[in-house]
Each structure stands twice: as C-alpha cells, then as structure tokens.
C-alpha cells in the first residue's frame, strides 16, 4: 500500500462531462487530480493501494466540474472597481454593497457632492460604471465642466472603451484639440467633446491617472475578484486583455496570487496584440509571450493572443452592416490593419481571439481568418471569435468551415436584450443576440463567459445556463428568438468542458476524468432536474480546487 493520501467525495451524484461516464457517486482524488470515478466499490482497485479518507461533505449535494469563465477582465477590472461608484445597478465593490445610480442628472448631483467634499482643489475625480443606455442620457466635456472646469473630471464607463472628461482633464491629458484621430470625439464646432473612445483613446484619456487607477487592484484586487468567482462556481478564469495598462505589474501581481495556497481559481492570461507590439516591437512580442508560457504553472497559464474588430456591445459601440443603428450610425472600429496585425502572432502557431459585437465586425473577423489561412494553413487553430453577440445564421457556418471557435455572452440574452431594442440596434439584433442555436446546429465548438465586470451582468454562469435555455429576457416573461435556444447539457457544457477547450486547456480542466485537476463546483440542487427557469437560483456551496475546498463566502 502506497503512504499517499487519497480522498474520495460522495455525492447525491457527479456530472463528469464524460459522455462515457456522464453520472456517477463519487470521485477519488491524488494530489490534487482527478484518480478515479464511479462507486466506492467501482473504484476498490485504486482505493486498495493508498490510505484513504471518504469525505461525504457533499453527500446531499451536487458535485459537478469547475466552472470557467472563459472571458473576463479581473486585475485591470479590480482597479476599477475601488473608484468612485456612478453604475445603475447595485453591485458589489472593493469596500461593500455598492448602490445604483438611476440616471445622468443624478450622477451629476451626486459627483457635485464628491466634488464640495474634497478639499485638495487639483485632485481628480475618477469614476466608473456609467451605461449610456440604462442610465439614459448623454456625457461630454460641457456636462462634466457644470461640476468643475478646474478640477480634472475623468469617467470611465462601464466597460473602458469610453472615456469622459472635462476641460480640465483635456489639458491634463494633453489631447491634442487639432488631432484627427477618429477616437478623439469633437463637436460639430470642432471643439474636442471629451469622449475618447476605444483602445488607443482611453489609453491617452488615462495616461496621467493610470497610477492611481492601478494602485486599486493588485494582489487584493484580485483576490477580491476570486471572491466573487468563488461564490459563483467557478474554478477557472481567462483574463483577455494582459498588458494593456501596466504589463510589469500584471505579471508580478498574478504570480504572486495564483502561488498563495488560499487564492481559489487559476488564471488564463491572454496579451493583448496591439499592446504586445507596442512595447516589445512585433517580433519582440512573439519572443516575450513564448517568455511568459516558460513562467506558467498549475494556476497560472499565458495562452493566445487577443485583439478587437469593434467596440463595446452595451456602450454601443457595436460594428453593425445595414441599415446600421436606429439613429443611422454603424459603431466603433477596433484595431486597425487586423489582418498584418495578427499574421506573425498567426504565423508563430499561436491561438487567436477577436473580439467581435456586431455582425460586421464578425464578417471583417471571418475575413482575417480567411486571410491568414490563405497565407498560413493551420489545422486545430481554434480561432476564437469573442462576445459573438449580433451574428447570423451564415456566419454561424462561416466560422464552421473555417474552423474557428466562438465564446459567446449569452448574459446579454436577459441583461441586454429589451433594452437595445430601443437604444441603437433595434428590434432584430437585439432579439437575436447570442445565436447558441444557430452555432449548435452547425457544429462550432462554443463556450459561454461573462466579460465580467466589464458589461453591467453579473458573473454568475448558473445565470448564463438559465438564460441559454430559457431565452427569457429582463421582463422575466418576454421569450427572444426562441430557436436560438439550447438544452440544459449543452449550456453546461459551455462553461465547463467545452469552455475548456476553447480556452486550450481541455486536457487539465473542464471535465472530472482520471488525471484532470480535481476542480469541481458544488450546488446544492441538480440543474438537469429542476425547472430551466429556476436554474440560476440554485445555491452554490462554494468550490473544490485541485482538491482543496473553498467555502463561499458572503459579501
């Protein structure tokens, strides 16, 4: 007999996302991994040689495999997160419960009184969480400067691919007033307007407060957005946009959380392309991502590329064809050149994501990869198509025949649906967000994630579940492009084993076999057996991570 500790967990069952072995009693673990699964007496032949202990903590419960969030921002997030609160609904911050804000008159009230309470004059105001569609109304450089046009005002929305800010914060950016870069907003005059959007507005927008932006995340940020996960399900999270505010500080901060034993999910880092290149120059970069996956561990992987084909779907920055948004715009463009942009990332036989709203962005998406497999054939190179929210049925098989992955944000389904029947996209890309069918019956391999926190949804995937299979939107009655909907499996499929795959670690994560890390998550009641509407409502336990348990916690 081997002096090695073996521990098994019973269970009322275990969902094994092996569709050899779907269902069974309980599983055995060995450092950390999966050893075997079945009965106590199924598995005698391995329990006979090691000393074990039986846990039957979850012998009422329902064990299944650790969920992944398998599209998130969570250490550029964190630093988010601990400013100053201006979003519509309640949500949970670095310091407690957090409470909405209803709409753009009174974030203006309410920042005035932030602005009466401080009494350095020069210091800035940062905020975050403002939704142009849920809060109704507009913010530009004239509504900010009614607060103070002397003390710099900065406005994060929700997700950062806008900036807000007021005169004083122009000058302290030093946005150049004669620019012409189209994500430098002016007024019909030709005044700057303060809006600076996307990847490389932002970026100048927060060049002179990126410090204090960073300062509130860190190694307790991440712990607190682990918390979170914690209580959620989840066991894995991918992280989509590594080193596109502080690169240094990100790599140190999440080595040193995912190394302490108590941290309770492991972390995917994906490099942002653009900003990759930026720093290191293109070849560089491809030699520093190969550097990175040298540093990996059992919680820490650097795996893919990212990049962006258009904006933010809930800030309406959505690529869209015709007839294009209800007041006849079309959306915001993402990384120029995408094509020489992502060949040599392509070419070095690295996994690639773009994130892609609208359905134009999505054909301009398909282009590239068409493109680079003109250039580059490559067989299993799981291009991932990110968010994949107002798509078509042809691009659904597009994106089959050319081999390509998607992860989708089926949260939008409830959360976003209604509303953008009537702000920008109109009844029938809003309905259709979230074509899970459409991918289903064409056969692309799909995973189901968040973006959390920075889309106003929580990150909850029993949520996502519910919504893939019910498509109920925010009413609680309205059922959206029904066809579009899949079954209980599939969409637990989606943010297990089938996210793990997308993500390229289906070979450690996503499913409970023999020599997977023993990851699991533990609800108290089974989602194949209760109604679909009630799925989101079941209570999750907490989580089991390379064996260890990790008790939720409330906030």
């Known amino acids: 007999m081997s002096n090695k500790q073996v521990t098994v967990y019973t269970a009322k069952k275990v969902y094994t996302m092996d569709p050899g072995r779907p269902a069974v009693d309980a599983v055995a673990i060995l450092d950390g991994r999966v050893l075997s699964t079945g009965s106590i007496e199924s598995m005698e032949p391995w329990l006979s040689r090691y000393d074990v202990t039986i846990d039957d903590s ?7 495999p650790g969920f992944i969030e398998a599209h998130s921002h969570c250490w550029m997030s964190a630093g988010f ?5 201006i979003g519509p609904i309640k949500w949970p911050g670095r310091y407690g419960m957090q409470q909405p804000i209803k709409d753009v008159a009174s974030i203006i009230e309410h920042l005035k009184e932030v602005d009466r309470k401080e009494a350095d004059p020069n210091k800035p105001i940062i905020a975050w969480g403002y939704d142009a ?39 302290m950016s030093k946005i150049p007033a004669d620019s012409s870069d189209p994500h430098i907003q002016k007024y019909a005059d030709g005044r700057l307007n303060g809006v600076l959007a996307e990847a490389s507005g932002v970026q100048m927008a927060l060049a002179p407060i990126l410090g204090e932006v960073v300062a509130g995340g860190g190694v307790n940020g991440l712990h607190f957005m682990a918390s979170i996960a914690n209580r959620s399900g989840i066991t894995t999270i991918a992280d989509l946009l590594y080193g596109s505010l502080d690169e240094k500080s990100e790599l140190a901060d999440h080595i040193a959380a995912t190394e302490n034993p108590d941290f309770p999910v492991r972390m995917r880092l ?29 919680k820490f992987f650097i795996r893919g590329v990212k990049f962006f084909s258009d904006g933010s779907y809930p800030l309406q920055g959505s690529l869209v064809g015709f007839p294009g948004y209800l007041d006849g715009s079309q959306g915001q463009e993402g990384d120029p050149d995408l094509i020489e942009l992502m060949k040599p990332y392509w070419k070095a036989g690295m996994q690639l994501h773009c994130h892609a709203n609208g359905d134009h962005a999505t054909d301009i998406t398909l282009n590239a990869l068409a493109a680079l497999q003109r250039i580059q054939p490559r067989f299993d190179h799981r291009f991932a198509i990110e968010h994949y929210s107002m798509t078509t049925p042809m691009q659904a098989r597009r994106l089959k025949s050319l081999g390509g992955v998607a992860s989708v944000n089926a949260y939008f389904i409830h ?7 009537t702000h920008a996209y109109g009844p029938d890309r809003a309905e259709t967000v979230a074509r899970l069918g459409s991918l289903e019956r064409e056969g692309v391999p799909f995973a189901m994630h968040s973006d959390y926190p920075q889309v106003v949804v929580p990150m909850q995937p029993l949520s996502a579940v ?26 637990l499929r989606a943010v297990t084993i089938d996210a793990a795959y997308v993500l390229g670690l289906e070979d450690k994560i996503g499913s409970i076999e023999q020599g997977k890390f023993a990851d699991f998550t533990i609800l108290d009641e089974d989602p194949y057996a209760i109604d679909a509407k009630q799925i989101e409502n079941i209570n999750v336990w907490g989580t089991v991570m390379g064996g260890k348990k990790f008790k939720a916690e409330e906030i």
Not at 58 to 64: L, P, T, V, W
Not at 81 to 85: D, G, P, S
Not at 275 to 298: C, F, P, Y
């Open 466 to 491: 519910s919504g893939a299979v019910t498509r109920i939107a925010e009413d609680g009655e309205t059922v959206i492009a029904p066809h579009e909907a899949i079954g209980v499996d599939r969409a």
């Open 133 to 171: 569609a849920k809060q109704d109304g507009a913010l530009d450089r004239d509504i900010l400067d009614q607060i103070s046009s002397t003390r710099p005002i900065y406005i994060l929305a929700w997700a950062p691919h806008f900036a807000y800010t007021n005169s004083a914060a122009l000058a």
């Open 58 to 64: 979850f012998k009422d419960r329902i064990i299944m």
């Open 415 to 421: 959360h976003r649906s209604l509303l953008h029947r």
């Open 81 to 85: 997160m601990a400013l100053e609160f």
């Open 270 to 298: 994906t490099p942002y392309g653009a900003a990759m290149a930026k720093s290191h120059g293109v070849e560089g970069a491809i030699e520093e991502i190969k550097r990175l996956q040298t540093m990996e561990s059992d």
